[in-house]
């Protein structure tokens, strides 16, 4: 049974347009929730009981959850036609065929006046004349659908990045660069494991020049560079737009993590591993937060760094593992002081002062230049001030939690051989710091004053997009099945 109207102010990725606050703002809203999850089933069940969700609108694999084979999910998609035939489910919901869930979609839109955006399955048939078709005769799609103010599909979305898992679904042909056009602004849409490549997610940016990215997720958090708050917020500076993401939430699965983000920083998130309560979160952005006076400048991001001398070193490098990438460290082993970390291309300088130099902890400077090969193969460039989560130094670049140091003041930078860098401040307690750090014309990331709380990770997050592996399809995961737990997308990214 479908939920009832008094579920609808659920809203997982409801972009609110009935009351913008003014010509060049609107209100956007995310809600984090949990999937009611079926038993794991490999069998299919009647198209009449596929439709058993308790919550309608919700983040990746929100209403079906992924506890599927390709079979058994095939009741619960539906066909989902091109937005060009100008459709409202709401009040013609029988014309591409049996399309509960996008009619109950588009009345929710409809009936509350609002853009809903949800992740459901879509499915396409095939036949023998298309050499790529499956052998069960259909597509199946991870997708992203959109309902606007009325109700009408303006957007749908197939998944290109598939992670591993994700063998009950199809990845289109070419990669879909979907936009669409509100009265507050231009609109883009991708998923998940998306995020990380080339297209679609820098293609709508950089080339269709999208204002807003809409980015329904299942993501699991990482330490240290990726939990869902700190690199998806990272990734809206980085690049210069507003990011809507609402990630699903499971605390046993290390899934939490939502957020409204703006190109100067976190308007408003969520990040709880202590219940499996929901959370909604609302938000006032800028419309078009390239003309707006608060958004950053342009970054050249090696231009500091290639400036000055190579900053003293320690005596003792050494190396460490993080996310299976071998990275070179120093230790900051003064109160303050300034350091450089080299790997290959990239150099990393460092200049720092601790509020106190704590015998208990021990902080690092890392560096890493290469292929990230374990669930995908994608370049990266990653400069970091990271806490260790004991004195040992074998263990700097495990995951930590909390911390106890304060910094008067850091500047990272970095000899990037790309232009897209992410940076990234994350405090103790797995914490944002929105408005306490800024990145400068020149590529240096720094902080004023002394940190508001302790620091876990100070990180310039780089994706050499044009070092990837040459290849005509998406970017598909093969690493082993490590602790996957039937979960696919961002487990272990």
């Given amino acids: 049974m479908l939920p009832s109207q008094a579920l609808l102010p659920a809203v997982v990725f409801a972009l ?5 606050l003014a010509s060049d703002t609107f209100l956007a809203a995310v809600y984090e929730h949990a999937v009611i999850l079926p038993p794991a089933t490999q069998e299919p069940v009647p198209p009449r009981d596929a439709l058993g969700a308790h919550i309608i609108v919700t983040p ?41 869930v996008q009619e109950r979609l588009s009345c929710m839109a409809r009936n509350n006046s609002i853009y809903v955006v949800a992740n459901i399955g879509d499915k396409k048939p095939c036949d023998s004349s298309d050499p790529s078709c499956p052998r069960d005769g259909r597509y199946q799609y991870n997708t992203d659908v959109v309902f606007d ?3 009408k599909l303006v957007a749908r979305y197939h998944k290109y990045n598939l992670f591993l898992g994700e063998t009950q679904f199809n990845y289109p042909k070419e990669p879909e660069a979907v936009t669409f056009e509100t009265p507050f602004g231009k609109f883009g849409i991708f998923t998940c494991f998306d995020i990380l490549f080339y297209e679609p997610a820098v293609v709508l940016v950089s080339k269709m020049q999208v204002d807003t990215v809409l980015f329904p997720t299942a993501w699991m958090n990482v330490l240290p560079f990726l939990t869902a708050i700190e690199f998806h ?20 699965m290390e899934m939490t993590g939502s957020g409204i983000y703006a190109p100067a920083g976190a308007r408003t998130y ?50 460490g593992i993080i996310f299976e ?11 303050g002081g300034n350091l450089t970390v080299c790997q290959k291309e990239l150099c990393c300088h460092l200049s720092y002062k601790m509020a106190e130099k704590r015998e208990d902890e021990v902080y690092v400077l890392g560096a890493f230049d290469g292929l990230h090969v374990f669930e ?30 304060k910094f008067e003041m850091f500047s990272l930078s970095g000899t990037f051989g790309t232009s897209y860098v992410f940076p990234e401040v994350l405090y103790s307690g797995v914490q944002l710091a929105p408005g ?52 696919h997308c961002l487990h272990l990214i």
Wanted: aromatic share 10%; glycine share 6%; proline share 8%.
């Fill in 376 to 405: 995908g193969q994608y370049y990266l460039q990653i400069c970091t001030l990271l806490k260790c989560p004991s004195t040992n130094l074998s263990t700097c670049g495990q995951p930590v939690e909390t911390a106890q140091t």
């Fill in 325 to 335: 990438d071998l990275f070179t460290f120093t230790e900051l082993t003064k109160p």
């Fill in 16 to 20: 609110t347009a009935l009351r913008a």
């Fill in 149 to 151: 103010a009325q109700g």
């Fill in 233 to 252: 917020s990272a990734w809206a500076m980085g690049m210069r737009v507003n990011v809507l993401a609402a990630n699903t939430h499971n605390t046993s």
């Fill in 60 to 100: 990746e694999d929100g209403i079906c959850g992924w506890r599927f084979t390709r079979e058994s999910i095939y009741p619960y998609l539906e066909d989902i036609p091109d937005p060009v035939v100008n459709w409202i489910p709401c009040t013609d919901p029988s014309r591409f065929g049996p399309a509960p």
């Fill in 270 to 319: 969520s990040y709880n591993m202590k219940t499996e309560d929901g959370h909604l979160l609302i938000a006032e952005l800028d419309a078009h937060p390239r003309l707006s006076p608060a958004s950053p400048p342009a970054v050249s991001w090696k231009s500091y760094a290639l400036s000055v001398e190579r900053f003293s070193q320690n005596d003792h490098e050494f190396t």
């Fill in 436 to 487: 306490e750090f800024e990145v400068l014309a020149d590529g240096r990331l720094i902080n004023w004053n002394t940190t508001s709380e302790p620091v876990l990770t100070v990180t310039l997050f780089g994706r050499w997009y044009e070092k990837d592996p040459s290849s005509k399809g998406p970017s598909i995961s093969s690493f082993s099945m490590i602790s996957l737990q039937s979960k």
